[in-house]
């Protein structure tokens, strides 16, 4: 079973810079972890605007782990703590969305 890890980031500063910042370095410091199987960062897509779709972020991290092992690992590895320290000044809000998924 896999281990979905959705992380949908608003920030205080979400100029397109801020968030090309900040996709910038969930590459640098989320990518290539063990037991990843699955990886994309991107900006909210401005044109769908249905009743439906939740708008309120600006950045969306999507990893998908082989496990439960593996996600747990990621979540005190060096390099995701490194991220957390690099940019959470600028998060005025994190919401994390894990699931199982087969």
């Known amino acids: 079973m896999h281990l979905v890890h959705n992380v949908y980031f608003t920030l205080h500063d979400n100029?397109?810079?801020?968030?090309?910042?900040?996709i910038a370095a969930a590459?640098?410091?989320?990518?290539?972890?063990?037991?990843t199987v699955y990886f994309s960062v991107g900006k909210l897509a401005e044109e769908y605007?249905?009743?439906?779709?939740d708008?309120?972020?600006?950045?969306?991290?999507?990893?998908?782990?082989?496990?439960?092992?593996s996600h747990d690992a990621y979540q005190v590895a060096p390099r995701h703590l490194e991220f957390i320290a690099e940019g959470k000044e600028n998060w005025k809000?994190?919401?994390v969305f894990d699931s199982d998924a087969s």
């Open 93 to 95: 809000t994190v919401r």
């Open 55 to 69: 708008r309120g972020y600006d950045v969306a991290l999507h990893v998908v782990f082989d496990g439960r092992e």
């Open 49 to 53: 605007a249905r009743p439906v779709n």
């Open 27 to 35: 590459r640098k410091y989320l990518t290539n972890h063990p037991g």
């Open 15 to 22: 100029s397109a810079a801020a968030k090309d910042k900040l």
